[in-house]
């Protein structure tokens, strides 16, 4: 895998921030970018590492404390701890992923006036399959590895998880109506900060739709029960939708384009 190497030396020590709804795929794409040797890094496991690493610390005092009333950790304490984590040797030599962080425009704001990145590469998915993906077909994940399934992507035996041997289970959160919530936040919250990304030049898109004229081969598209899916992208249009290798084998073509 010669190819595979070059790209890894490519894009060792890029910082990248994937940006995306709820249900786009980050986690999968995480894994991709993970498989090149960047570090992921996400909220919840910077602060468990720093509590774990460095208990006597005054952050991770007050984190603790928060967390064991089950509150929400306050900017002023996640966005310090996920910088000095973005700031140890591993992610300075072979580079990150930030997962799903920052959430607001308030944390951003804080993190990107410190932290500098190379791309901010945005999952852009049709907002149909956004709950089509999770609810209609059935989302569930392991409890072990937190590998994601559904009905596009099935374990080999139902139930256990092709990765780990785990036992795999739905969400109970997963339903239409939480769904939805979760994208209003997003739009209002998260999606809010993309302009200030964008006046930075550094926002990449990453569609996961396919274009009909596009040759691409079945083993590439997204499934159901056997028949190539289309999604509804509005105003009476569908489209066809890559699948996990597809989207690994765009995600690894567009970061050789772009550093290699
Ligand atoms: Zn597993």
């Known amino acids: 895998m ?3 190497n070059q790209l890894k030396a490519a894009v060792r020590g890029k910082r990248i921030h994937l940006f995306g709804p709820p ?15 960047l570090v992921h890094v996400a909220s919840g496991g910077a602060l468990r590492a720093k509590v774990r690493d460095d208990p006597d610390s005054e952050l991770s005092k007050t984190a603790q404390e928060i967390m064991k009333r089950g509150e929400l950790v306050p900017d002023e304490i996640v966005v310090p701890v996920v910088m000095e984590h973005l700031n140890k040797p591993e992610c300075k030599e072979n580079g990150f992923i930030l997962d799903g962080f920052p959430r607001t425009k308030a944390q951003a704001d804080l993190l990107f006036s410190q932290v500098d990145l190379d791309l901010v590469l945005l999952l852009d998915v049709p907002r149909s399959f956004l709950i089509f993906g999770v609810v209609g077909a059935n989302r569930r994940a392991c409890v072990s590895c937190a590998s994601g399934y559904s009905d596009f992507d099935p374990p080999k035996v139902e139930g256990v998880c092709d990765r780990c ?5 739905q969400r109970a959160d997963d339903t239409a109506e939480t769904i939805s919530k979760r994208l209003d936040g997003y739009d209002a919250e998260t999606r809010a900060f993309l302009p200030d990304l964008e006046a930075r030049g550094i926002v990449e898109v990453l569609p996961i739709t396919v274009a009909d004229d596009d040759d691409v081969g079945e083993s ?20 066809r939708m890559l699948n996990l290798d597809g989207m690994r084998e765009r995600l690894y073509g567009f970061l050789a ?3 290699m």
Do not use: H
Request: hydrophobic share 30%; with cysteine.
């Open 2 to 4: 010669e190819d595979l």
């Open 23 to 37: 249900g786009c795929g980050k986690g999968n794409r995480s894994k991709d970018l993970q498989a090149l040797g």
């Open 165 to 169: 041997g785990g036992t795999i289970v």
């Open 220 to 239: 590439r598209l997204k499934t159901l029960l056997g028949e190539v899916y289309r999604v509804d992208i509005g105003d009476g249009g569908t489209a």
């Open 257 to 259: 384009k772009k550093f």
